[in-house]
């Protein structure tokens, strides 16, 4: 059975830092592209980061950029979202997914499976 499974959210304070860790079960992210993506109360789910397989490039929303980093450790089969000078407005649920594509994709149709998502709330 595919898993994906979010962990290291919770309450932390502007300014402060997270790291959020997506542990896969029943497949090898090092096989997928990896992407991070989250929904905040009454709005759409939104774009946060992605990775191609190759680990080679990474993109990031603008909201986030310099700011928050995926990465992933292979041999844990784990990608992580490092998030730094977290603001209020990054409060959301956050979700990790593996997408079939090589190259990173921001478009969430591209990613065939999903995590259940972690709470991230920033307190000003």
């Known amino acids: 059975q595919v898993q994906l499974v979010e962990s290291g959210g919770g309450l932390v304070q502007v300014g402060g830092s997270l790291t959020l860790a997506c542990v896969g079960s029943?497949?090898?992210?090092?096989?997928?592209?990896m992407g991070w993506f989250r929904q905040a109360p009454g709005k759409e789910r939104e774009f946060v980061a992605t990775m191609g397989r190759l680990d080679a490039l990474t993109y990031s929303a603008d909201s986030v950029k310099d700011r928050f980093f995926i990465s992933r450790d292979n041999a844990r089969n784990t990608v992580y979202l490092q998030m730094n000078n977290l603001k209020p407005e990054d409060t959301a649920v956050y979700y990790c997914?593996?997408?079939?594509?090589?190259?990173?994709?921001?478009?969430?149709?591209?990613?065939?499976?999903w995590g259940q998502g972690t709470q991230v709330t920033v307190s000003s």
């Open positions: 029943g497949l090898a992210l090092s096989s997928y592209s």
């Open positions: 997914a593996a997408g079939r594509t090589t190259i990173p994709t921001m478009t969430p149709t591209d990613y065939a499976y």
